[in-house]
């Protein structure tokens, strides 16, 4: 069995569409530049298009919750390098952790949680993990503590180190 990576990462720049009058990457499109980096992780380090998915067997996920803390801007025109790991599954969802760094990783811009159920397109309702997508989220899970909330990741990041 291949061992697969528990955390990828991947970098993205900053686009002048993205910012705000300030040239700081406006607030909301944190989630964008983290949902399309998470996405094209998936298809690059594991081989998992959700797409095809979507298209074959009429399942995906759908966002039930999403906690961000901006820690400093992202600025106009920047590299940055987005950190993303499954940090919890269960049988109908799923917790994403991201980090957005600067490209040297030595500033943290953002940390975001997201909670995806996993859904079915076709009868719109949620639907529990086929057994090979819990054997593959078995594989690239990466819990925290079992204490851990979102608040107290932010402390733990913010910690001198």
Same mark, same amino acid.
Request: with cysteine; hydrophobic share 40%; glycine share 4%.
């Given at each position: 069995? &291949?061992? #697969? ?7 993205? $720049? ?7 009058? *300030?040239?700081? #990457? ?5 989630? %964008?530049?983290?949902?399309? +980096?998470?996405?094209?992780? #998936? $298809? %690059?380090?594991?081989? *998992?298009?959700?797409?095809? /998915? ?21 600025? #106009? ?12 599954? &269960?049988?109908?969802? =799923? ?10 990783? !030595?500033? /943290?811009? +953002?940390?975001?949680?997201?909670? =995806? ?15 090979? /997508? ?12 079992? %204490? !851990? !909330? ?12």
């Amino acid at each position: 069995m &291949t061992i #697969l990576k528990k955390e990828v990462e991947s970098k993205a $720049r900053i686009r002048f569409s993205d910012c705000d009058p *300030f040239n700081h #990457l406006n607030n909301a499109r944190y989630i %964008d530049y983290i949902i399309n +980096a998470r996405e094209d992780q #998936l $298809r %690059d380090a594991y081989g *998992f298009d959700i797409y095809r /998915l979507a298209s074959e067997k009429g399942v995906g996920w759908v966002s039930a919750q999403t906690q961000i803390s901006y820690f400093s801007p992202a600025m #106009l025109n920047e590299e940055v390098v987005i950190q993303t790991r499954l940090i919890g599954a &269960t049988d109908k969802s =799923l917790l994403l952790e991201a980090l957005m760094w600067n490209s040297g990783k !030595t500033a /943290l811009k +953002a940390l975001m949680w997201a909670k =995806l159920v996993h859904y079915n397109l076709q009868a719109r309702r949620s639907e529990t993990h086929a057994p090979d /997508l819990v054997d593959f989220f078995s594989r690239i899970v990466s819990p925290l503590a079992a %204490d !851990t !909330t979102f608040d107290t990741r932010i402390k733990q990041l913010k910690a001198p180190k």
